[in-house]
C-alpha cells in the first residue's frame, strides 16, 4: 500500500494554475509534517513547501514563494497544493512526503521525510 496518493497536476500554460492533492493512508502522528517536493529531469529534488501540525505553520521555498500555497485539510491526512502563476521552470514530477516531528530545518530536507507518494506530472509550457 502507497503511504500517501497525490492528485492533480497536469498541463498548464504559463501563467496559468493547477492544484495537487494529497491524501495519507499511514496512521498518522500529533505532530506531522506533510510536505510537497519536486523533481526536474537530471536535477536533484527540491523543497517545495511544506505543512506542520507540531507549529502549525507553513513553509515554501524560495522558488515558489508567493505563487505557491500550501493548506491542510481538516483531518491530519491530507495537504493541498495551490499553484498559480506557473512557469515553465515549474515542470517537474510533484512527490507528496510525510514526515514525523520535524524541525523547521528538517522539514526542507527530503531526506528528513520517511513516506513518500509516487508523484504527479506537472508541466507548464510556455
Known amino acids: 500500500q502507497v503511504p500517501l496518493i497525490e492528485s492533480g497536476g497536469g498541463l498548464a500554460q504559463a501563467g496559468g494554475s493547477l492544484n495537487l492533492s494529497c491524501a495519507a493512508s499511514?496512521?498518522?502522528?500529533?505532530?506531522?509534517?506533510m510536505g510537497w517536493f519536486r523533481q526536474a529531469p537530471g536535477k536533484e529534488r527540491e523543497f517545495v513547501a511544506a505543512?506542520?501540525?507540531?507549529?502549525?505553520?507553513?513553509y515554501y521555498g524560495d522558488s515558489v514563494k508567493g505563487r505557491f500555497t500550501i493548506s491542510r485539510g481538516d483531518g491530519k491526512k491530507t495537504v493541498y497544493l495551490q499553484m498559480i502563476s506557473l512557469k515553465p521552470e515549474d515542470t517537474a514530477i510533484y512527490f507528496c512526503?510525510?514526515?514525523?516531528?520535524?524541525?523547521?530545518?528538517?522539514?526542507?530536507?527530503?531526506?528528513?521525510?520517511?513516506?513518500w507518494g509516487r508523484g504527479t506530472q506537472v508541466t507548464v509550457t510556455s
Open positions: 505543512w506542520s501540525w507540531n507549529t502549525n505553520s507553513a
Open positions: 512526503a510525510y514526515g514525523d516531528t520535524l524541525t523547521t530545518s528538517a522539514s526542507l530536507l527530503h531526506g528528513q521525510y520517511e513516506h
Open positions: 499511514v496512521r498518522t502522528s500529533p505532530s506531522l509534517t
